[in-house]
């Protein structure tokens, strides 16, 4: 990265002028107390990482699956997280660092909910006010999260326009920032918008493959031959990618959601996926120049997945650079591979992920031969708050793994999707 | 035309939505703000994510693009246009770069003064990002005018002169557009700023009557920049279903109370100020 936040081509700072002086005002936060440690910023953020977060989280070697693809797979439990996903790092060392700066009031987008509960967590646990912006259609998807973060004092405020997801709830908290910048931090779910945020969120994510490729060489004595994560903006992928990107043997997938189709409905203004780093090509989108789902006049597409947490039309402008330089695959698999990744991971090996990180499993499913000896997973989250939506959709669908719905007809007559 | 032309009295800058709710009636409408005394006219090309945009014009940019507006017909919309007043392009980053076969602004700033757009306010591209267009727009004779926020000081301020041209766009409020009834106390300080500057400064974001035009002039603002006020007219003809001809002559009508109290505002100010 070069000091104005550009990778390669991608990155920049493209927000309005009003939000400029707090940009610039992060930036050198960014740098004084996350690169520099200024007061002692980095030790009391692993402090409350271990104390209040867990860290450091397990990493274990999966065994039926490794007999199942006749490789080594380990799984890096980013799950165990506090909260229940990665997005701890990030919500607790920025709310961290908005105490710092002295700012009194915290908002956030959320697509899945895990970014908005982590950071409702993190902001009741520094005693900051917070407010989560999320779309209507993610509120109807994600309920448990919605009470989750309500029940730790977070405001939550739907939004209604587009298609009511992730783009939108970003679009919507930018605003608020517009009003509030003078006394309120914005904290991006994701590594992307403006610099210093892809940066910054990575850095704050990197704990992830410190300990993962510490992990590896105690566990398995040996670095991975491959190391797998989902990707919607990218911040566990980034997270999981970082301290591995200068091991030449080492191959990075980043899995993303192939929706229902790869292909796109330009009249319709969508692309029922959100295979952004395959399929979109280079846009300015929320403050960042980098791969987005466009039609060609440059309006953005409304972006589909099963998955709330992937079902965004962007992607962080560094991961975009290195899928063009070649040091990252992106690869993806659709909504029906993600779900009997689900079911499979939740069978064998006792872990219910989320459907984000069903992705990462998808595509080991299918692609296993091709991945080396070695293989590392990065298990983003866990699936409780999918619950209501694998249901649906495992119904809705004819999947040869899962259990089936016949007990809930049994039960009640009815199943949990029926009655909406 | 050169958008400083429209400032030799205090301006009147009324903005709408083009394409809402229909490119014809789109067409009449902003024909109405030029009958009603507008000096210059901010036509906004809708884009999907506009982060700078408060619900007003959000819903106008949503209903101009369910009616098919798009950057191709937007172009042939200013090239029929009948009025004889400077016309300026907002919008935002992605559409400007993306147009034409190759990337970056100068596409769409050629076909821009091909049709007569007059300059450009990119409420998504600060001067850090802006040095592409800039040349691109000094290649054709196009002005960029930059938004100077509440909160642009210092450094800020000095970057943004070296880049600006044809006016500078007073935000008079921190937030999104949308219109308001008190006159911000930013607007003042925010002009004794940049009251140095050679170019004309124009305030917008929240004015709604002439009153509050009148004010603002005499706060020593050289004209006004009103938006939603005006597309409040557009979105409530459009819901009650009002035949075209009555609300362009609402939106003149409104045009002609804003554009007196720009008028009067300047009667107010003290001599040689
Ligand atoms: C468990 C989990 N994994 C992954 C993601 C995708 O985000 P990112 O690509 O930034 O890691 C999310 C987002 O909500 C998530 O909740």
Redesign the interface.
């Known amino acids: 990265m070069s000091t104005?936040g550009s990778f390669g081509e991608y990155g920049?700072?493209?927000?309005?002028?009003?939000l400029?002086?707090?940009i610039?005002e992060l930036s050198d936060a960014y740098e004084r107390y996350v690169l520099e440690n200024e007061d002692g910023f980095r030790d009391e953020l692993s402090e409350r990482l271990t104390d209040f977060g867990g860290r450091p989280t397990p990493l274990g070697r999966a065994d039926q699956l490794s007999e199942r693809y006749d490789r080594e797979v380990y799984l890096k439990r980013e799950d165990l997280l506090h909260g229940g996903a990665h997005k701890l790092n990030n919500a607790l060392g920025q709310v961290l660092l908005a105490k710092y700066m002295g700012k009194e009031r915290i908002i956030a987008e959320t697509g899945a909910g895990q970014h908005g509960t982590a950071t409702a967590m993190a902001a009741a646990h520094l005693n900051m006010p917070c407010e989560i912006y999320m779309g209507e259609t993610d509120i109807a998807r994600q309920r448990p999260n919605v009470f989750r973060m309500r029940t730790n004092g977070a405001t939550v405020t739907p939004v209604t326009?587009?298609r009511g997801t992730l783009?939108e709830a970003i679009?919507e908290t930018?605003?608020d920032w517009?009003?509030?910048?003078?006394d309120t931090h914005y904290i991006i779910g994701s590594i992307v918008g403006p610099h210093p945020f892809p940066a910054m969120v990575r850095d704050f994510h990197a704990v992830i493959s410190e300990e993962a490729r510490e992990q590896m060489l105690e566990t398995a004595g040996q670095l991975p031959d491959a190391v797998l994560a989902c990707a919607g903006g990218g911040s566990n992928t980034m997270g999981m990618f970082q301290q591995f990107r200068d091991d030449d043997g080492v191959e990075l997938y980043a899995v993303e959601a192939g929706g229902s189709s790869l292909s796109v409905d330009e009249d319709a203004?969508v692309a029922p996926n959100s295979a952004t780093l395959s399929t979109g090509d280079?846009?300015?989108?929320?403050?960042a120049r980098t791969k987005?789902l466009?039609d060609?006049?440059?309006?953005?597409m409304e972006s589909h997945s099963v998955s709330a947490g992937l079902d965004y039309a962007g992607v962080g402008p560094e991961l975009a650079e290195m899928v063009d330089r070649g040091r990252v695959q992106a690869v993806n698999v659709d909504d029906d591979a993600a779900l009997a990744a689900f079911h499979r991971l939740a069978r064998e090996e006792g872990v219910i992920p989320a459907l984000e990180t069903a992705h990462a499993f998808g595509y080991l499913e299918q692609h296993h031969d091709e991945l080396g000896e070695v293989v590392v997973l990065n298990v983003s989250g866990r699936g409780d708050k999918d619950l209501e939506t694998v249901i649906e959709e495992t119904q809705s669908r004819d999947l040869d793994v899962g259990p089936t719905m016949d007990l809930f007809r049994d039960l009640g007559g009815h199943t949990a999707g029926e009655d909406r | 035309m050169s958008l400083d032309a429209a400032f030799d009295d205090p301006a009147f800058v009324p903005y709408l939505a083009v394409g809402d709710p229909s490119y014809e009636q789109s067409l009449r409408y902003v024909e109405a703000l030029a009958d009603g005394g507008a000096d210059a006219i901010e036509l906004g090309l809708p884009f999907s994510e506009p982060i700078a945009e408060g619900s007003t014009i959000q819903s106008a940019i949503v209903r101009a693009l369910e009616a098919g507006m798009t950057p191709g017909r937007y172009f042939e919309f200013v090239a029929e246009l009948d009025v004889d007043v400077p016309l300026v392009c907002m919008t935002y980053y992605n559409l400007v770069y993306q147009y034409g076969s190759e990337a970056g602004p100068r596409p769409f700033v050629e076909r821009a003064a091909e049709v007569g757009i007059g300059g450009f306010v990119i409420p998504d591209l600060p001067a850090e990002e802006a040095a592409p267009l800039r040349e691109a727009c000094d290649e054709f004779g196009l002005d960029l005018v930059f938004i100077v926020a509440p909160t642009t000081e210092g450094e800020r301020l000095d970057r943004m002169h070296e880049f600006v041209s044809g006016y500078v766009y007073v935000q008079a409020r921190l937030g999104t557009t949308g219109a308001r009834e008190e006159v911000s106390e930013y607007t003042e300080r925010s002009l004794a700023r940049i009251a140095d500057w050679d170019v004309p400064k124009a305030v917008g974001f929240g004015i709604k009557t002439g009153d509050h035009a009148e004010r603002i002039v005499s706060a020593g603002a050289d004209g006004v920049i009103v938006g939603s006020a005006l597309v409040d007219i557009v979105a409530e003809g459009h819901e009650n279903d009002d035949p075209t001809g009555v609300v362009a002559e609402r939106l003149e009508r409104k045009a002609r109370e804003l554009k007196r109290g720009a008028v009067r505002g300047l009667g107010e100010t003290a001599p040689g100020q």
């Not at chain 1, 517009?178 to 003078?182: D, G, W, Y």
């Not at chain 1, 060609?296 to 953005?300: C, E």
């Open positions: 104005d920049g700072q493209y927000v309005p002028e009003a400029m002086p707090a610039e326009t587009g783009k679009s930018m605003r517009a009003a509030t910048v003078e203004g280079e846009g300015v989108l929320h403050g987005v466009q060609g006049d440059g309006q953005i």
